[in-house]
């Protein structure tokens, strides 16, 4: 069945180090990638998204690029800071059209001052 | 515009007791899911409604959850009896429609069972 992996946390940091959290999925068809991130005390929320292969999704200086030959979606951001400690979310949707998400286990980033 | 609400925002009960928990969707979002996030894992879909009908409900443990999405809004997940493995935090999200836009999730009710 689809399925995401992600590498384990946690994840620390020193500010301004530069970030890669790896994932990569299993799926048949054409699957939606996404990246959520949970603050703490918050609920999720969605921090970016690519719908098909060689798409670039990016918000607030994160990036990640669908890569289908890998079949990866690895979250990147140049210079981190200390409000980007979370626990981050890869997930996919099983069809772009679909509306049910399977989520890997999660990766929790701390960054230092 | 108001987010996803939940209550309560923590429960600790014992085995064998029963719970609910209730979400309100964001107005006007016909579609409301329903996910149990156990601690170190990712969330899982429990059962997910598009109005007040099921969509999908295969990973529903049914023998003891229920849910209902009565009149289309707001929605109620109960467990009778609960067993220590339910313990984990349960999240409802919302979305405008059916297939290809953004979930919003509520904050969550952590439910302890001892």
């Known amino acids: 069945g689809n399925s995401v992996t992600q590498m384990e946390g946690p994840v620390t940091l020193s500010e301004e180090a530069f970030l890669t959290i790896n994932c990569t999925y299993t799926?048949?068809?054409?699957?939606?990638l996404f990246w959520y991130v949970q603050y703490p005390g918050e609920g999720l929320q969605l921090l970016l998204k690519?719908?098909?292969?060689?798409d670039k999704g990016s918000n607030k200086g994160f990036e990640a690029t669908y890569r289908k030959e890998t079949t990866s979606f690895h979250l990147e951001k140049g210079s981190v800071q200390v409000s980007d400690s979370a626990v981050y979310f890869c997930?996919?949707?099983?069809?772009?059209?679909?509306?049910?998400?399977?989520f890997g286990s999660g990766t929790r980033l701390s960054i230092r001052p | 515009e108001a987010g996803v609400a939940q209550s309560p925002r923590y429960k600790i009960i014992e085995k064998r007791q029963s719970v609910a928990f209730w979400c309100n969707p964001i107005?006007?979002?016909?579609?409301l899911y329903w996910y149990q996030q156990i601690l170190g894992q990712g969330p899982k879909l429990l059962i997910q409604?598009?109005?007040?009908?099921?969509?999908?409900d295969s990973q529903l443990p049914k023998d003891r959850f229920s849910a209902e999405r009565l009149k289309g809004v707001d929605s109620t997940l109960k467990i009778q009896p609960a067993k220590l493995e339910d313990s984990a935090v349960y999240l409802c999200?919302?979305?405008?429609?059916?297939?290809?836009?953004?979930?919003?999730f509520g904050p969550g009710t952590r439910l302890t069972v001892l």
């Open positions: 997930a996919l949707s099983d069809r772009p059209s679909a509306s049910k998400i399977i």
């Open positions: 799926a048949t068809g054409y699957p939606s």
């Open positions: 690519a719908t098909k292969a060689d």
């Open positions: 107005s006007g979002h016909a579609t």
């Open positions: 409604f598009q109005n007040n009908g099921v969509v999908d």
């Open positions: 999200a919302s979305m405008l429609r059916g297939v290809g836009n953004e979930q919003f």
